[in-house]
């Protein structure tokens, strides 16, 4: 199939960019979105041009590295699809694709589609951890878990960080990925001794890093390759107003 | 914005029930409004209870705003370039238009204040007999006070069908169950609260009340 792509072309983050776009041509519809462009950055590159930057890592969909805004959605038009899961049969002979990196202040362009998610590595560090003694690994039946908590637990642990859910927000928060964080760990026994400090750690984290505050909207949900749930907003608040009454 | 909101929705409530009373007749109407003045009597003065309760929504007012005024430009600043291709995937009409829905609503209690409490810009405006007032205001050759009246209240009607599930969620409510219950109580309070409002001056413009 052949196609075209509006691709967002910015050679550094003093840069101010612009659209460019691309033919592509003969692309098998079975190729993922990421070979895709693999195989515009062969022609660029035997054209003496700058490949088009992006993120990518293991293509399994399950790093939480790729994610570009497909014609105006995080992710492209699959549900519960990482970028590099969606393939090019989803798309017609002739379409022309839109690409742009996530937009937030958070998250600085480093290059063409490539963004800075620096923040939500300091949200993390704010409050994703527990107090583990260290040395061997504990037995594993050494806390027990409920198994609809463990259930959970896990779901929430799903959250790849890949900051779709940021990039579709229109207030451009952060909000289901710190939720997620704040649900994985405070789920679990192991998790709530930093409970408290925990929730509140990670949303100051999150307001230092710019980004916008929840209004409720569920566009990150709905774009979230995991499927984050909404709900876990309101265990969010719901662990705030505790953790403000407890400290 | 949660709480100023509930607070601003139970008196919404409560003003709606007092508009119905224009159905059961001039004299209870009337009657109605100046019991309001006499709330609380003698245990505070005559109009008292009145103003403690215009005090405390007009806080609420202003608190809401504030709220929403930090939250809009915290999202302007959080998105400083624009998408140039953008889809809407999820977000209802009612939680996209939240603000300007709510700078609608504001100019409209503003009118409405001037319209019905101090009857500055009613045709009538006799504070005596508040029921004089409300049939001069929806009368037929008056059609764009009944226009704006109705988008107001649809603005107010789409405001709480998200503003009341978003109120409920930012206090804590965190099931799948929950969310479907309080997502279908905000459809049903939003409706219920148009129809009540948009009653009077329907009622007044097809003669039923006069």
């Known amino acids: 199939m052949d196609i075209q792509v509006r691709v967002w072309r910015q050679s550094g983050p003093s840069d101010k960019g612009r659209m460019v776009t691309y033919d592509v041509k003969d692309i098998s519809p079975d190729a993922s979105f990421l070979e895709m462009l693999d195989v515009l950055n062969e022609k660029l590159i035997l054209d003496g041009d700058d490949p088009v930057a992006f993120d990518h890592d293991c293509r399994e969909g399950i790093c939480g590295m790729c994610g570009m805004m497909i014609n105006g959605v995080a992710h492209g038009p699959e549900r519960a699809t990482t970028t590099c899961q969606l393939h090019m049969r989803h798309f017609k002979d002739g379409d022309v694709i839109d690409v742009e990196p996530w937009r937030a202040a958070a998250f600085p362009v480093i290059k063409d589609l490539v963004v800075n998610r620096g923040a939500f590595d300091r949200i993390i560090q704010a409050g994703g951890y527990i107090t583990a003694p260290t040395g061997t690994a504990p037995d594993a039946h050494a806390t027990p878990v409920p198994k609809p908590d463990a259930d959970a637990a896990f779901e929430a642990a799903t959250c790849i960080g890949c900051g779709a859910c940021v990039a579709a927000c229109p207030n451009g928060s952060s909000m289901l990925f710190t939720a997620a964080k704040v649900a994985h760990l405070g789920l679990l026994p192991q998790g709530q001794p930093e409970r408290d400090t925990r929730v509140i750690d990670m949303l100051e984290a999150q307001d230092e890093a710019g980004f916008g505050g929840c209004t409720n909207m569920g566009e990150c949900t709905t774009v979230c390759p995991k499927g984050i749930p909404l709900t876990l907003i309101g265990r969010l608040n719901n662990d705030y107003r505790k953790a403000l009454r407890n400290t | ?210």
């Open chain 2, 1 to 210: 914005m949660a709480v100023t909101g509930l607070l601003l929705v139970v008196f919404l409530y409560a003003h709606m029930v007092g508009n119905l009373k224009v159905f059961v007749g001039a004299e209870s109407f009337d009657h109605y409004a100046h019991w309001l003045r006499t709330i609380g009597m003698p245990l505070v003065p005559q109009d008292w209870y009145l103003w403690i309760q215009r005090f405390v929504l007009t806080a609420a007012v202003i608190g809401h705003i504030v709220a929403a005024t930090i939250l809009a430009r915290r999202a302007r600043k959080a998105r400083p370039v624009r998408y140039v291709h953008r889809t809407r995937v999820q977000g209802s009409y009612a939680a996209r238009t939240m603000r300007w829905g709510g700078v609608i609503i504001l100019l409209f209690v503003i009118y409405h204040i001037l319209d019905l409490t101090t009857g500055t810009l009613n045709p009538v405006g006799d504070r005596q007999h508040p029921y004089a007032n409300v049939v001069a205001d929806f009368a037929p050759d008056r059609w764009y006070v009944t226009v704006f009246y109705t988008l107001a209240i649809l603005s107010v009607g789409f405001h709480l069908r998200h503003g009341l599930f978003s109120a409920v969620r930012t206090l804590g409510q965190r099931t799948p169950r929950g969310e479907r219950l309080a997502r279908a109580a905000a459809l049903a309070l939003s409706a219920v609260l148009v129809a009540g409002y948009l009653s009077v001056p329907f009622a007044v413009l097809t003669g039923l009340v006069d």
